[in-house]
């Protein structure tokens, strides 16, 4: 009967520290949890998004358009040909949310839309004169 009494008192010890256990570690990963959604994980994910607003929808499609002129490349790729109709089609993008924005925007806002058209199109004009890539030709 004593070995059953102590049976129990072991089994009870071993239920506690298992418990404090299971505790330790689930602060832990809740801890963890917190870091990687501040921060972004060392795996590359990204933490949370901002919020969303008229400047995040300039830079989004601003973006896009300097990718598709070439001026932007994707770390470790090579090269692309510029897509011109691409790029096109987001400065046209820009160019509507300006037109359907009218008077309703602030003047930093405003400004920030027609200073950002402004130097996409010049942009766009440089690299459209260029023309298109020559072949190489081998001697």
Do not use: C, H
């Amino acid at each position: 009967m004593a070995d059953e009494e102590k049976k129990l008192i072991i089994d009870e010890d071993w239920k506690q520290q298992a418990q404090k256990e299971k505790e330790v570690l689930k602060a832990k990963e809740e801890a963890e949890k917190q870091e990687q959604t501040a921060e972004g994980d060392a795996e590359g994910r990204p933490g949370p998004l901002p919020q969303g607003d008229l400047a995040g929808l300039i830079n989004m499609l601003t973006t896009q358009a300097l990718f598709a002129m070439g001026v932007l490349q994707v770390k470790g790729q090579e090269g692309r040909a510029p897509d011109m109709d691409m790029a096109r089609y987001n400065i046209d993008m820009l160019e509507v949310l300006e037109e359907k924005t009218k008077g309703n925007l602030t003047d930093q806002e405003a400004a920030a839309l027609k200073n950002t058209l402004s130097e996409l199109r010049m942009g766009y004009v440089q690299i459209a004169s260029q023309g298109p890539p020559q072949p190489e030709q081998s001697a």
